[in-house]
């Protein structure tokens, strides 16, 4: 299994702010990805975090409002940038089981990150 | 489009044994997870059928039917700590996960 330490676990933000999530993974994995889960929602993936190379986004959310970094295998980082309330969300990193196949699809989460934007 | 549907919430009773169904429609198929996610907390992994059938892990089993785009999940001997949301996510063609928006499951003694 991963530990997937994530940070803040929460927080309440101003309108026209920026936060950056961290997220640490005590193992080296290949990708990272970012999600939000909304109440009520289903999972939605925001982008995909691979090391040394710029991160993969779906349909629907882009580079300037939600940047990332990954600089080594075991961390990295999602900013939401000039956030307004529609982005009040829980925020959530994951990661495939270390070592396995790419298609086995065992996700490890993170605790999240729940913010508040007001 | 792609979609998986599954019921908005359920109710069940300490010690009995309830059924969450999930109906997906997705480009390709290669996997159905079920993810389990108490209040406040992270999705941990349950179970995962690539195949037709059923695929048993102590009081959870989780089963497929490919041609009719359909999967349940099933739990034994409900606990109280079992009250959770209850996660189905299918992997496409693209190996893209698709997640349904989850099961609420309240258990009542």
């Known amino acids: 299994s991963a530990v997937i330490s994530q940070k803040p676990s929460r927080d309440i933000c101003q309108r026209g702010t920026s936060l950056t999530i961290q997220c640490q993974v005590d193992s080296q994995v290949t990708m990272m990805f970012w999600y939000r889960q909304q109440p009520g929602q289903s999972l939605t993936l925001i982008a995909t975090?691979?090391?040394?190379?710029?991160?993969?986004?779906e349909s629907g959310f882009v580079i300037d409002k939600f940047p990332i970094s990954r600089p080594n295998l075991t961390f990295s980082t999602l900013t939401v940038s000039n956030m307004s309330p529609e982005d009040s969300s829980i925020y959530l990193c994951?990661?495939?089981?270390?070592?396995?196949?790419?298609?086995?699809?065992?996700?490890?989460f993170g605790e999240g990150s729940r913010l508040t934007v007001l | 489009g792609q979609n998986i549907d599954q019921p908005t919430e359920m109710t069940a009773t300490e010690g009995a044994i309830v059924q969450i169904n999930c109906t997906y429609q997705t480009s390709g198929f290669n996997g159905l997870f079920w993810y389990q996610q108490h209040a406040g907390e992270a999705p941990t992994f349950l179970s995962y059928n690539v195949l037709d059938g059923l695929e048993e892990k102590g009081r959870f089993s989780s089963f497929l039917s490919r041609s009719k785009g359909y999967s349940y999940l099933l739990l034994k001997e409900l606990q109280m700590k079992d009250s959770a949301s209850y996660l189905c996510?299918?992997?496409?063609?693209?190996?893209?996960?698709?997640w349904g928006a989850g099961t609420k499951l309240i258990i009542k003694p």
């Open positions: 994951s990661v495939e089981r270390p070592g396995g196949e790419i298609n086995t699809g065992e996700l490890f």
């Open positions: 996510a299918v992997r496409d063609s693209n190996y893209q996960l698709i």
């Open positions: 975090a691979n090391q040394g190379s710029e991160a993969t986004y």
